[in-house]
């Protein structure tokens, strides 16, 4: 269904993966490996953009256009080489060409090991967003790090999680280019010394006695679809300034030369695995002022390699800070302003607050990165002081404004209680502070940052996060995107609300049938994987109920595996009962050190160890824990699901962006008023999917009032006591009774967590059950759901990625579109 490339030479293309088959490995085409044939192909696929990415970047220079830089600790790429062959427009002639060659194309993308460079949705969220940006053909960077390993593998062991190292480079990068001629230096720790210059009056800061490494750059590409553009993703590895050698031993300087290589390892080696958790590692905040000082560095350099004034840099370049990670953006953009093309702090502040922005994706007060002054002004002491600098002027202003009001200081204070406030020099230092979804915004403006917003109001908007369709349904599911296109033109992959005119469909019953044998293919794939994963045997006709994310208690993937409970409880008392088969799929990894979150995990494999192996209930309920969660394998989820579960405690996500993959791919939601969830149920129409629970307002009224005991419920309901009594009783853990006790003391005893139900669990748990009876209910009429599926694809073209960066570009950046010729 992809359309030609203009140009794209079929045996071209075989000798060169013939070639580099031959030129890499020494061996003829017959002799090759299924992964030797994928480097190849990656290489001759590489051969076909590089000239793309030369012109794209001769075609930026030309038009002097403006560029912005995305800063993100995470970029979550998943594979390259399916998405650069599908930009290219090139994938029916490939896989043509490989099956001449005796190979299957689906066989050799699954060589290519996930590019796992972040955690979750804000990592994924850069990744759709580069895709995006190169589509529209604008000017971007992604900026990041080269991580050796990135997200860890997840084993199931037992029914526990077990990391496993992920090392993703071992076999190298096929479409990486190293950049040695942009390398740079990095500063850390050591003193500053002040020198004043005679002649002008003006204080010279220098930073001396400090250890350093050198930051070399490998560039990524970055492919637009079908039209030339090849924007770069340029990650940062870390080498030691000078490889340790004997000189500096003879100079006594053994120990620094020791240090310094030592620092340059530890610095990349890993991604912290933690999502939307702040774990205040200094090697941590090592990682984040080095990608940011090699990238502005570099940016303003290659700035000043075509202006010469270095004031007017905002015209053309934008920093957007994806979180507070990179936000010591601010005042390292101060500090080589200043101490290097010696502006004045006005001169300064002026441009650094017309280039900064920043992105706010949390209210969770765990995921807040506060360091302390101690570590923040030992590691970066030249930066520390123009934090105070920054700090005290802004302090001033907030007295002008608020005389009196000391507690407004507080709130606000970039430095406050011994520590550095990240997002409070993110906010004070950008021109544009945006949140994730509507709601979350309007939670930052009339809680979390009100303060902000009642004195800057001017800077606060909204980006309703989105995703990008080509990964997701061209790529992901093919089924769905050619049955799409032959209904309605193919325009959907470069401009999604095109999709709204499925609509038309929703009550054609052949369109229907049609959907739903689509669906229905994409869950034997989905079975297949799963047998051949897992060893389970799932029926294909039975719902497909389907929660995959980070594990993260706010997420609450604990009310639905109670809820699995308490249905087979249900099933167990009424072997009669009606009741439509079910599965129901998890898919999560939990931060290495989260230990409620790992023993949830143990949870709902225990849990599927006793369904799954008892007969009596005749394969009424099935659960499945899918082992390693990533962004391959979600393309497969995403198409089989039914059942998208999006139940976080109203106020606490966000956004969510993987609810809009599963609307894409037509599965229904079934979710709380919470993120983005709001935004799909007003585009779908409420009837389309089932929502429950509090809403964000009684959330946060019962957590700033309290009035709320989950014992209440306990005590009252016998049905949710049985199940949580399972917790500790030993029914899914005989040989360990008290195994799950501490889940159990979590939702009922205040002493073991602030309070107890932090999340609200047992309060939405009826709420939830009532919603879940619905989904049963609509899924017995084959064309009610089949419709409510239809309406969901067609409802779905405000979540594209491209609409929410061409409000990025419009409303923050101001960039001009380019166009490339070849
Ligand atoms: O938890 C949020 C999601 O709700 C959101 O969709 C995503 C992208 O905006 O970002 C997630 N997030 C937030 N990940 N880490 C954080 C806080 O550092």
Redesign the pocket.
């Known amino acids: 269904m992809v359309q030609n490339k203009m140009g794209f030479d079929k045996e071209v293309f075989k000798k060169s993966v013939i070639d580099n088959v031959k030129m890499q490995y020494r061996r003829t085409i017959d002799e090759a490996t299924p992964k030797q044939v994928f480097q190849a192909v990656c290489y001759a696929v590489k051969d076909v953009i590089i000239d793309e990415w030369i012109a794209t970047h001769k075609a930026y220079d030309k038009e002097d256009v403006k560029k912005v830089y995305y800063l993100s600790m995470e970029f979550l790429m998943g594979r390259a080489l399916g998405n650069n062959i599908i930009n290219i427009m090139a994938r029916e002639e490939i896989r043509q060409v490989l099956e001449e060659l005796g190979f299957d194309l689906n066989v050799i993308e699954d060589q290519e090991p996930d590019a796992a460079l972040g955690n979750?949705?804000?990592g994924r969220?850069a990744a759709c967003f580069l895709d995006s940006l190169a589509t529209l053909g604008y000017a971007a960077y992604g900026c990041g790090i080269r991580y050796k390993y990135g997200m860890f593998a997840q084993k199931i062991e037992n029914g526990y999680q077990v990391e496993v190292p992920d090392n993703w480079l071992k076999d190298g990068n096929p479409f990486e280019v190293r950049r040695n001629e942009y390398a740079c230096e990095v500063k850390f720790g050591g003193y500053v010394r002040v020198e004043r210059d005679m002649d002008t009056g003006r204080d010279h800061f220098i930073q001396e006695g400090y250890q350093s490494v050198r930051a070399v750059p490998y560039d990524l590409p970055v492919v637009g679809y079908g039209n030339n553009v090849v924007n770069t993703l340029r990650i940062w590895d870390a080498e030691p300034i000078n490889t340790f050698n004997l000189d500096s031993f003879d100079r006594g300087d053994y120990q620094k030369a020791v240090e310094q290589e030592n620092l340059a390892k530890t610095i990349v080696e890993v991604l912290y695995p933690n999502?939307?958790h702040y774990a205040g590692k200094e090697l941590r905040l090592k990682q984040q002022y080095f990608f940011i000082s090699a990238s502005i560095q570099t940016a303003v350099r290659k700035y000043m390699d075509s202006y010469d004034d270095v004031r007017k840099l905002y015209e053309k370049v934008a920093f957007q800070m994806n979180?507070t990670h990179p936000s010591v953006t601010v005042a390292e953009l101060m500090r080589i302003l200043m101490d290097e093309y010696q502006l004045t702090w006005e001169e300064a502040w002026k441009v650094t607050t017309r280039c900064c922005a920043y992105t706010n994706?949390?209210i969770m007060a765990e995921?807040l990165e506060k360091w302390p002054i101690e570590l923040f002004s030992r590691l970066l002491p030249r930066i520390y002081q123009i934090v105070e600098e920054i700090n005290r002027r802004f302090v001033l202003e907030i007295q002008a404004k608020y005389p009196n009001q000391p507690e407004k200081v507080a709130s606000m204070a970039i430095i406050y209680d011994g520590q550095v406030k990240m997002a409070h020099m993110a906010i004070v230092g950008s021109f544009s502070v945006n949140g994730?979804a509507r709601l979350h915004t309007e939670i930052l403006k009339q809680q979390q940052l009100k303060d902000f917003y009642a004195m800057m109001p001017e800077k606060f908007n909204n980006k309703t996060?989105g995703i990008t369709q080509r990964r997701f349904l061209l790529h992901g599911n093919p089924l769905l995107a050619d049955w799409v296109t032959e209904h309605v033109g193919n325009e959907w992959i470069t401009d999604l609300p095109h999709i709204s005119r499925l609509k038309v469909f929703a009550d054609d019953e052949k369109a229907q049938q049609e959907f739903m044998n689509i669906k229905y293919r994409n869950k034997l794939r989905l079975a297949k994987y799963i047998k051949e994963h897992n060893g389970v045997d799932v029926d294909p006709r039975s719902i497909f109920d389907v929660q995959v994310k980070r594990l993260h208690e706010y997420k609450r993937q604990l009310l639905n595996i109670l809820h699995v409970m308490y249905l087979y409880n249900m099933i167990k008392d009424n072997p009669d009962m009606e009741f439509y088969p079910r599965t129901f799929i998890f898919g999560a990894k939990a931060a290495a050190g989260y230990y409620r979150a790992k023993l949830t995990i143990k949870l709902i494999n225990a849990v599927a160890d006793v369904i799954n192996n008892d007969k009596s209930i005749n394969g009424k309920i099935k659960v499945v824990f899918i082992e390693n969660y990533r962004v391959s394998n979600a393309e497969l989820i995403f198409a089989a699901a039914d059942v998208s579960e999006q139940i976080s405690t109203a106020s606490k996500?966000?956004?969510?962006?993987g609810n809009m993959k599963f609307m894409l791919n037509g599965a229904l939601t079934l979710g709380t008023m919470d993120?983005a969830n709001v935004e799909i149920v007003e585009e779908v129409g409420k009837e389309n999917a089932f929502i429950f629970g509090m809403s964000s307002d009684e959330v946060i009224k019962y957590e700033t009032e309290g009035g709320y005991d989950p014992m209440e419920i306990f005590n009252s309901d016998q049905e949710i006591r049985r199940v949580l009594m399972q917790l500790i009783n030993g029914y899914y853990a005989p040989q360990d009774p008290e195994l799950f006790r501490e889940i159990y003391n979590s939702l009922l005893n205040t002493y073991s967590s602030d309070r107890a139900d932090t999340y609200f669990i047992l309060k939405d748990f009826n709420s939830y059950h009532e919603a879940q009876m619905e989904v049963e209910k609509a899924y017995r009429d084959e064309k009610r759901w089949a419709r409510s599926a239809i309406l969901n694809v067609a409802s779905s073209g405000k979540f594209t990625s491209d609409r929410t960066i061409q409000q990025y570009v419009d409303e923050i950046w101001h960039l001009d579109k380019v166009t490339v010729e070849l």
């Open positions: 979750g949705g804000l969220l999502d939307n979180d994706h949390t995921a994730v996060n996500e966000a956004s969510g962006t993120g």
